[in-house]
């Protein structure tokens, strides 16, 4: 098998690229563990999922900004006129995550003097000290836009790692997927190949007793016509491994994540060392894909993130209504009438009287969220739906590759002894031709089924995110 599997690489890479040197690179199995790990570590597309998750990692530290503590400083200086005043105030503040509030800090002093209108900035020679606090009774109270985002970050995050997961795995089941059909392919050629090595050992003969006189010329002529269609369904045959080998190329690649060239891939394994084997398809399976699925959990967590924003929706149709406290005290000399401790309250109201943007918000919110339930409704019932018909197409699939390769050990059984008959001049070409074919097409429709049992074993890995574990 081993030198049936090289030499037909060979053709295949002659094929491909013209003759081969002395200097060709040795040909290797490729296993699918080997290409999983290829995957994992170099593709390019694993690592634009990285950053992609990456970035939304960055969702709860940029929430935290809005709460980030300030420093605010303001000058003025009088070049020219009348008046020589020169101010200075300098000030912090941090945002609280209680009821919409904001407590602060400031310093300002003065020097000069200043016209009566902007009495404000005098102060006494020591500068003025003040602590200030806001916070909100109606509007902002419960929920503002700061505190929205924090609740939506981790959220975000979340949805962030989904996604990569979400993709990694669709990317491993589609290089295996192409691996199966690369091994289908390279089994069909080889199958093919037999036949026309067959058809071609036998036309020596066939020529050999034509030329003695023993069979009429048109037997030549008629066997040529089955050795062309052979020798066309492995030239087809040799088209679809070539295709196989170049789309596997998109996933097999070097340490530096490139694609690798044609005469550097390695072939298939074969026989095919399957890693999953005995993997239990379980209740207790199925039940997790139902429960705990990526798509199932992106959806949760864009659910929750509709729900937040409805709260924030909501919030904006109230009036509003903010009190904010004041304390500041002078030091050192100057005017008498600065020389005391100041407190003030204030209060701000406003309120649109129509409030038609609010309410246009607040129902494009609760419409969000009927759209991600029903979303969550669809992608529930299609994963029930694709897990159950991906488990009755299992059993299915497993009982057609037995019945396939039954039915191919029968058909190179009767080949057999039909070969036997027909060199002890029991049979003859006609019929000899008839068991091989028919033997041929049992081989090719083997290797069909088999592949196809695998590669729905691979789907439903695949849906259980499992390929992820290997």
């Not at 009774?137 to 981790?154: F, Q």
């Amino acid at each position: 098998m081993r030198i049936l599997q090289s030499s037909l690489l060979l053709v295949v890479f002659s094929t491909a690229s013209g003759p081969l040197t002395a200097q060709s690179e040795p040909v290797q199995e490729l296993a699918i563990l080997e290409l999983m790990q290829s995957i994992r570590q170099h593709h390019p597309a694993i690592f634009s999922a990285r950053a992609s998750r990456e970035q939304a990692d960055t969702a709860v530290q940029r929430a935290q900004g809005a709460f980030d503590l300030g420093i605010e400083q303001n000058t003025l200086s009088r070049l020219n006129g009348y008046y020589d005043g020169q101010y200075f105030e300098q000030g912090v503040s941090q945002p609280l995550e209680i009821a919409g509030a904001s407590i602060g800090a400031s310093y300002r002093r003065s020097e000069g003097s200043f016209p009566l209108y902007e009495d404000f900035f005098n102060t006494l020679s020591g500068g003025e000290l003040s602590l200030d606090l806001s916070f909100s009774l109606l509007r902002n109270r419960d929920i503002d836009a700061r505190r929205t985002a924090m609740a939506d970050a981790p959220l975000q995050q979340n949805i962030g790692e989904l996604q990569e997961i979400l993709t990694i795995n669709q990317l491993l089941f589609d290089g295996l997927n192409t691996y199966l059909s690369w091994y289908r392919a390279f089994l069909e050629t080889e199958a093919l190949r037999t036949l026309v090595e067959l058809a071609e050992t036998r036309r020596e003969a066939i020529e050999s007793r034509v030329a003695s006189g023993d069979l009429a010329a048109i037997t030549l002529t008629e066997f040529e016509t089955i050795l062309l269609t052979r020798q066309i369904a492995l030239q087809e045959s040799l088209q679809r491994l070539l295709q196989s080998q170049q789309q596997l190329l998109f996933f097999w690649r070097d340490e530096t994540g490139q694609t690798a060239s044609l005469n550097s891939l390695v072939g298939p394994q074969v026989p095919l060392q399957w890693p999953f084997e005995g993997f239990q398809f379980d209740d207790q399976w199925q039940q997790q894909i139902i429960d705990n699925h990526p798509s199932i959990a992106d959806l949760d967590a864009q659910l929750q993130i509709a729900r937040n924003q409805e709260r924030l929706t909501k919030n904006r149709l109230l009036p509003q209504l903010d009190i904010e406290m004041k304390l500041g005290n002078d030091f050192g000399s100057g005017n008498n009438y600065l020389n005391s401790p100041e407190s003030y309250v204030g209060l701000n109201f406003s309120v649109p009287l129509q409030r038609n943007r609010a309410k246009a918000e607040h129902m494009a919110a609760l419409a969000r969220i009927n759209e991600v339930e029903f979303d969550r409704q669809v992608q529930y019932d299609r994963l029930t739906v694709s897990l159950n018909e991906s488990l009755l197409q299992l059993q299915t699939f497993n009982q057609l590759r037995i019945l396939r390769r039954q039915q191919a050990d029968i058909a190179h059984e009767l080949e057999a002894q039909e070969r036997i008959r027909f060199e002890e001049g029991d049979s003859d070409q006609f019929l000899l031709n008839t068991r091989e074919a028919a033997a041929g097409q049992a081989e090719l429709e083997a290797i069909a089924a088999e592949v196809l049992w695998l590669s729905q074993q691979l789907r439903l890995l695949a849906l259980g995110i499992n390929l992820l574990d290997y």
